[in-house]
């Protein structure tokens, strides 16, 4: 199967999610990520882990 099936499946996956009750709509979810993942694109959680992290702020002013 192609790129373009498994990103059309995705689509058709997510639209039927919209429609379901909030158990299903995860399961529905979960396999839209797994359909973007055979698709060549990253997962959402994959997306979350390539951001940097922010570093906490700290001063340093008047410190010596």
């Given at each position: 199967?192609?790129e ?43 997306r ?17």
């Amino acid at each position: 199967m192609d790129e373009d099936f498994y990103r059309a499946r995705a689509l058709q996956v997510r639209d039927i999610a919209e429609k379901a009750d909030p158990f299903t709509k995860q399961r529905l979810l979960k396999l839209a990520d797994q359909y973007e993942v055979w698709a060549g694109n990253p997962s959402r959680a994959s997306r979350s882990l390539a951001r940097p992290i922010p570093l906490p702020f700290t001063q340093t002013r008047g410190k010596a």
